[in-house]
T-cell receptor
Framework: GAGVSQSPRYKVAKRGQDVALRCDPISGHVSLFWYQQALGQGPEFLTYFQNEAQLDKSGLPSDRFFAERPEGSVSTLKIQRTQQEDSAVYLCASSVLETGELFFGEGSRLTVL | QKEVEQNSGPLSVPEGAIASLNCTYSDRGSQSFFWYRQYSGKSPELIMF????GDKEDGRFTAQLNKASQYVSLLIRDSQPSDSATYLC??????????????FGQGTTLQVKP
């Protein structure tokens, strides 16, 4: 695709529900990242994939957060038993290996009630 | 102390003026520095990156890096109302094989008034 595509753009969940956020990176981009952006803050790193391998998950805030990229293209970020503090915009980004230039998707805004 | 610090602003400048955005970082070993622009409700987009001490110019934008002072800045010449956005400074840590694992500041909101 022309850019990084994320869905859903908006998600409202009741506390305790599970959610799944999808990211379709730019075709051919090996690296894929998930960031979390709270209101008024800069993005915070969650996890990184190189192809299908999850090489860094140090930013995942708890074991309720899980990400996968089974075929090295589309990725899913899953949040189990959502809490109010999980409310944020979840940004997916892809890049060509080694450049450090991230191409962000439009984000998925999660609101937990 | 946050790893990357920016004044949240808002920074207000008149159209045509120079806007100066500043950023400091705490990890002296940081190697790569990025400026992203984020319009309200939109995703961040890369404006510039800089790796070496000194200035780097691209059109109306100039990035300045001073590693000794652990300071990065972005100058926007001839500011336009369309430049009104939040500007995010981001840093890549020393020795990180994950070149996309960036540490972002909270961003500075720039308002360019006609």
């Amino acid at each position: 695709g022309a850019g990084v595509s994320q869905s859903p753009r908006y998600k409202v969940a009741k506390r305790g529900q599970d959610v799944a956020l999808r990211c379709d990176p730019i075709s051919g981009h090996v690296s894929l990242f998930w960031y979390q952006q709270a209101l008024g803050q800069g993005p915070e790193f969650l996890t990184y994939f190189q192809n299908e391998a999850q090489l860094d998950k140090s930013g995942l805030p708890s074991d309720r957060f899980f990400a996968e990229r089974p075929e090295g293209s589309v990725s899913t970020l899953k949040i189990q038993r959502t809490q109010q503090e999980d409310s944020a915009v979840y940004l997916c980004a892809s890049s060509v290996l080694e450049t450090g230039e991230l191409f962000f998707g439009e984000g998925s805004r999660l609101t937990v009630l | 102390q946050k790893e990357v610090e920016q004044n949240s602003g808002p920074l207000s400048v008149p159209e045509g003026a120079i806007a100066s955005l500043n950023c400091t970082y705490s990890d002296r070993g940081s190697q790569s520095f990025f400026w992203y622009r984020q319009y309200s409700g939109k995703s961040p987009e890369l404006i510039m990156f800089i790796y070496s001490n000194g200035d780097k110019e691209d059109g109306r934008f100039t990035a300045q890096l001073n590693k000794a002072s652990q300071y990065v800045s972005l100058l926007i010449r001839d500011s336009q109302p369309s430049d009104s956005a939040t500007y995010l400074c981001a840093v890549n840590r020393q020795g990180s094989s994950n070149t996309g694992k960036l540490i972002f500041g909270q961003g500075t909101t720039l308002q360019v008034k006609p």
